[in-house]
């Protein structure tokens, strides 16, 4: 992979980024986008997922052991545990599936530990700086092997249901008492949290999207249909059930609700549910790749973020938001924070709950003008990856920078 300047990166430093996913999970999310960024200028080495949920013997979660298990002697399965093809890996990525216990308390602290050194160790032994970029804080202490400590907190991970909170909220603190480590909060309700927790440096830098992929493929106004999408996890830990079920119902006759993602994701099962969203007129699109959901986005007119308020989703900052603008859609949410903030610079966002966002739903559903929809598009042209990789390989340079000279 090139660098801005056309060349290819010096690798005189060695990233570990600790992820909460599988490289090839379904939704990209801010690991996979950072891995991608940070390797135009570094060795990258991506740690997959070590199981803060603990597993179920739900036929998914079985399937993903068994990918795992496969993945970690070199066999190259999917994430999923299908035959489908996995993400694109990034030039200078190296991907490591990890066998650990699912299972992060003392009794199983030490093994898990030597599991974990075993499949880091050519980062371990690396000559050049190290830097651990961890998107997770059950790092067993990777850190005081590190250069420079990043931890990138995406969400209230501890308020998931089935996380380990115990473990979660240990690991915080115990990476807050590093010195030197930057926390970035990619919301507010995380900003407080980190800060709270004892982090004495934490960044803001809320959720951006890969808008050009988005925007390529919105429609003009000619085209629009009355449709409404949402797209992500299908599940009952994120999603406000009664809610889909008032907007099916509302758009009978006048527009469809259109649901794109996996179903199940960590939040038990939505098969019934999606079975009752249909059966009201709501269409599922199944899985689909960046390029087909841009597609499909891009003849729709609103945008959904359909999740109900709870201790977990109040700390999420939806990139959802940036994908829809980006398709020219306006956008409809219930009042997380973080879209009730962007709602008060964006005009084409709208934060609100029961009758009030059914009545936003109808008037946001009439035809609009191609200025409206180019509108749309440039509001979410600021927020894309393209300007926040070189925010964050900027970061990194500046902790480097200020390490001694070997």
Same mark, same amino acid.
């Given at each position: 992979?090139? =660098?801005?300047? $056309?060349?290819?990166?010096? %690798?005189?430093? =060695?990233? !570990?980024i600790l992820g909460t996913a599988e490289w090839d999970s379904a939704i990209a999310t801010n690991q996979h986008y950072v891995t991608r960024e940070l390797a135009a200028v570094a060795e990258v080495t991506f740690v997959e997922s070590l199981g803060l949920r603990r597993p179920t013997l739900r036929r998914a979660d079985v399937a993903r052991m068994a990918a795992r298990g496969r993945r970690a002697f070199a066999s190259g399965a999917p994430a999923d545990g299908s035959g489908a093809p996995g993400r694109a890996r990034p030039d200078h990525t190296r991907i490591v599936s990890p066998i650990v216990v699912p299972v992060h308390r003392a009794p199983t602290r030490l093994l898990n530990r030597t599991l974990l050194r075993r499949s880091t160790a050519s980062w371990l032994e690396s000559g050049r700086p190290r830097v651990l970029w961890t998107f997770t804080p059950v790092t067993y202490g990777l850190e005081d092997a590190a250069d420079v400590v990043i931890y990138h907190c995406v969400d209230l991970l501890a308020k998931f249901p089935g996380i380990d909170g115990v473990a979660v909220g240990q690991g915080e603190r115990n990476l807050a008492a590093r010195p030197g480590v930057v926390a970035i909060a990619t919301s507010q309700a995380v900003r407080e949290h980190l800060a709270g927790t004892g982090f004495p440096r934490v960044e803001l830098l809320q959720n951006v999207a890969d808008v050009s992929v988005f925007a390529e493929a919105s429609r003009p106004a000619a085209e629009r249909r009355p449709s409404v999408i949402f797209s992500g996890n299908l599940t009952m830990a994120k999603l406000d059930m009664p809610l889909l079920v008032s /907007?099916?119902?509302a758009l009978r006759g006048r527009g469809e609700l259109l649901l794109a993602g996996p179903l199940a994701a960590g939040g038990g099962s939505f098969t019934a549910e999606l079975q009752q969203l249909e059966a009201l007129g709501a269409r599922y699109l199944g899985l689909l790749t960046p390029q087909e959901l841009a597609a499909a986005a891009g003849t729709c007119a609103?945008?959904? +973020?359909? *999740?109900? +308020?709870?201790? *977990?989703?109040? $700390?999420? %900052?939806?990139?959802?938001?940036?994908? *829809?603008? %980006? %398709? $020219?859609?306006?956008? !409809?949410?219930?009042?997380l924070p973080s879209?009730?903030? !962007?709602?008060?610079?964006?005009?084409?966002? /709208?934060?609100?709950? $029961?009758? =009030?966002? !059914?009545?936003?739903?109808?008037?946001m559903l009439a035809p609009v003008t191609g200025d409206v929809i180019a509108d749309r598009i440039d509001s979410a042209g600021r927020h894309g990856w393209g300007e926040r990789g070189q925010v964050l390989r900027e970061l990194l340079a500046t902790e480097l920078a200020q390490l001694p000279v070997r």
């Amino acid at each position: 992979m090139l =660098d801005e300047a $056309g060349n290819e990166p010096d %690798s005189a430093t =060695d990233v !570990l980024i600790l992820g909460t996913a599988e490289w090839d999970s379904a939704i990209a999310t801010n690991q996979h986008y950072v891995t991608r960024e940070l390797a135009a200028v570094a060795e990258v080495t991506f740690v997959e997922s070590l199981g803060l949920r603990r597993p179920t013997l739900r036929r998914a979660d079985v399937a993903r052991m068994a990918a795992r298990g496969r993945r970690a002697f070199a066999s190259g399965a999917p994430a999923d545990g299908s035959g489908a093809p996995g993400r694109a890996r990034p030039d200078h990525t190296r991907i490591v599936s990890p066998i650990v216990v699912p299972v992060h308390r003392a009794p199983t602290r030490l093994l898990n530990r030597t599991l974990l050194r075993r499949s880091t160790a050519s980062w371990l032994e690396s000559g050049r700086p190290r830097v651990l970029w961890t998107f997770t804080p059950v790092t067993y202490g990777l850190e005081d092997a590190a250069d420079v400590v990043i931890y990138h907190c995406v969400d209230l991970l501890a308020k998931f249901p089935g996380i380990d909170g115990v473990a979660v909220g240990q690991g915080e603190r115990n990476l807050a008492a590093r010195p030197g480590v930057v926390a970035i909060a990619t919301s507010q309700a995380v900003r407080e949290h980190l800060a709270g927790t004892g982090f004495p440096r934490v960044e803001l830098l809320q959720n951006v999207a890969d808008v050009s992929v988005f925007a390529e493929a919105s429609r003009p106004a000619a085209e629009r249909r009355p449709s409404v999408i949402f797209s992500g996890n299908l599940t009952m830990a994120k999603l406000d059930m009664p809610l889909l079920v008032s /907007v099916a119902k509302a758009l009978r006759g006048r527009g469809e609700l259109l649901l794109a993602g996996p179903l199940a994701a960590g939040g038990g099962s939505f098969t019934a549910e999606l079975q009752q969203l249909e059966a009201l007129g709501a269409r599922y699109l199944g899985l689909l790749t960046p390029q087909e959901l841009a597609a499909a986005a891009g003849t729709c007119a609103i945008g959904l +973020i359909p *999740y109900a +308020i709870n201790e *977990y989703t109040t $700390g999420v %900052s939806p990139l959802k938001c940036f994908e *829809y603008l %980006s %398709s $020219g859609l306006a956008v !409809l949410s219930t009042p997380l924070p973080s879209v009730r903030a !962007l709602a008060q610079t964006n005009p084409h966002v /709208v934060a609100a709950e $029961g009758a =009030d966002l !059914l009545h936003h739903l109808s008037r946001m559903l009439a035809p609009v003008t191609g200025d409206v929809i180019a509108d749309r598009i440039d509001s979410a042209g600021r927020h894309g990856w393209g300007e926040r990789g070189q925010v964050l390989r900027e970061l990194l340079a500046t902790e480097l920078a200020q390490l001694p000279v070997r």
